[in-house]
């Protein structure tokens, strides 16, 4: 029997608490991540002072005995008083070395031009650009946050991400993970290398080679969802096999993935447009994985933007 005190906890029914601390660049959506995860079964609380933190963690803001445990997100970013990523780096070690806490961090990451944007269209001052305008403020942010980046237990770059894939990797993050049981939240991408691989990608399969559609006037309209073009994709000798290999290899690295306690993995098909021939390789190799058992969202980049 294991005596780990973790193991003891459980035993005696006090299991270590389960805390999650986001953090990240401002503008990258921690704010939503702590909404998400309220919704998911957290006391959620952000822009917490880190002396409270410490009070949470030690156990002197527990709930009411009797009341039932509820894992714990805060949120932890410059705007937090008292914050330095000295003292947020000792506060984080103190609480991981607790035998009585489950902490983990997640750091949301974002390009910077797409933070600029985002800033722009809300009309909010960053926080640290009051001398440097907006771009001043993400460079210094950047710089200041990076050695919380590196001790991050996941690092989620919302650059392409909708608040709904947001919500799947953190879902996916927090479900349980190592053991064989842990489910693998997996997602199948196709796009455009006009417009670059998914930051988030894991996995990237070039589809350029194949028989491309936009040369046929009839089919340039489509896209690889419809029948018409996908039956011309795959008249391409080259296309089954490279399909049947790029599941097979697949298939054979997620289970060691899942082992590992990888909770997320994305695998992003593309091509020139990112309309006809990598989305037809992206529904036929969600289609394999979900056969076998797989739970593989399905996403069209540029379809999904609408981009012609």
Known sequence: MTDTPDAQAAEDGDAPTRIVLVTGLSGAGNSTAIRV???LGHEAI???????????????????PGAPPRPLALGVDVRTRGFTPDAFRARLRAMRADPGLDVRMVFLDCAPDTL?????????????????????????????????RERADIVIDTTALSPHDLKARLAA????????????AISVQSFSFKRGAPREADSVFDCRFLRNPHWQAELRPMDGRDAPVREHVEGDPLYAPFLDRVAELTM?????????????????????????????????LAARLRTEGWRAALRHRELDAGSG
């Not at 880190?50 to 030690?58: D, E, G, K, Q």
């Not at 985002?118 to 993400?138: D, M, N, Q, V, W």
């Open 46 to 64: 952000d822009n917490l002072p880190l002396s409270f933190i410490a009070r949470l963690a030690s156990g002197e803001a527990a709930p009411e």
């Open 173 to 184: 993050f927090i479900a349980e993970e190592g053991g064989p049981q842990a489910e693998l």
């Open 116 to 148: 600029v944007d985002r800033f722009k269209t809300t009309r909010r001052r960053h926080p640290l650009g009051a001398e440097g305008g907006i771009e001043g403020g993400i460079t210094l942010e950047r710089e200041l946050l990076a050695p919380l």
């Open 37 to 39: 995860l309220e919704d």
């Open 252 to 284: 054979m690295l997620l289970p060691a993935y899942r082992r590992e306690g990888k909770a997320y993995f994305c695998i992003a098909l593309g091509c020139s447009g990112g309309r006809h021939r990598s989305v037809a390789a992206a529904e036929e």
